[in-house]
């Protein structure tokens, strides 16, 4: 029996979290419109990005906020995402949502805030597609594990972990990227881990830096928010980074 043998995790297209090489996934906080996201997507390819997100379904703080384009901005996801052969990540904010979801995206994604929602983990288990767990707002290490093992002991045992950031005293950055946790999950469960900078910090400035440390450490990958025109974006602006951000990532990971 093979110990402690890292659990990658493959999507259709051949991209694999887990091993040498780190997943890139980028692309704006909420798909703005049609136009929006294929522009997005055109960019991002020639970039080198490896994975468009978008979020569709978006769990904002304030109600009479932007909640998202719902699932016909799923369906620009997906046009996206074929026309330019990237495959995409969105968040599922509901269990009620899981099954329609299913042909739109290529990895589910659980945000910050549905961490403990067990009856969607327990069902994201009985799916056969990726699982993108961030860490809850102020989940310890060992509420973070036991939520993925709700998804892998339902039966899907395809789960990252993504660190966005957890709430401290300190109001000068929205949330602390914590590394350190990130590496310990890592050693912890053998399975592929990844940082959120945008979320981790709140703003654009640290982001660069942040991935950096993050891959440096020995993450699988990292997940940022950006756009074509980061101030103008309709959701996170403060933390969206530009093209010249993200190729200056792309160089340093490549
Ligand atoms: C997001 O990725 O857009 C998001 C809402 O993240 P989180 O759940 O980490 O706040
Ligand atoms: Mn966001």
């Known amino acids: 029996m093979e110990i402690n043998k890292k659990k990658t995790v493959k999507l259709n297209n051949g991209i694999e979290f887990g091993l040498d090489k780190k997943i890139i ?3 704006p906080c909420s798909i703005e419109s049609r136009e929006h996201i294929l522009i997005e997507a055109e960019n991002l390819k020639n970039l080198g990005v490896d994975i468009l997100r978008g979020g569709a379904f978006k769990p904002r703080t304030n109600p009479r906020d932007f909640q998202g384009l719902g699932f016909e901005g799923l369906e620009f996801l997906k046009e996206a995402g074929d026309k330019y052969d ?3 990540i969105s968040e599922v904010t509901s269990e009620e949502y899981i099954d329609d979801m299913y042909d739109f ?3 589910y994604q659980v945000g910050a805030r549905n ?4 009856e969607l983990l327990k ?3 009985k799916v056969d597609k990726p699982v993108l767990l961030k860490r809850g707002l102020s989940a310890t290490i060992n509420e973070w594990i036991f939520a993925s093992e709700y998804i892998s002991q339902a039966g899907n045992d395809k789960i990252i972990f993504c660190e966005r950031g957890i709430r401290s005293f300190d109001s000068a950055t929205r949330n602390v990227l914590d590394i350190g946790g990130a590496v310990l999950v890592q050693q912890m469960t053998n399975r592929p881990v990844i940082a959120d900078p945008s979320h981790g910090s709140g703003l654009r400035h640290l982001v660069y830096p942040l991935a950096k440390a993050s ?3 020995g993450l699988d990958g990292i997940m940022v928010e950006s756009h074509f025109n980061p101030k103008e974006a ?3 602006s403060d933390q969206c980074i530009s093209y010249d951000t993200l190729g200056e990532i792309l160089k340093y990971v490549r």
Not at 115 to 118: E, G, K, S, T, W
């Open 86 to 88: 990237l495959p995409v």
């Open 123 to 125: 069902k994201l288990g």
């Open 215 to 217: 891959l440096a450490a």
């Open 115 to 118: 961490m403990y929602n067990y």
């Open 105 to 107: 995206v290529d990895i």
């Open 25 to 27: 996934i980028a692309g």
């Open 234 to 236: 309709m959701t996170d």
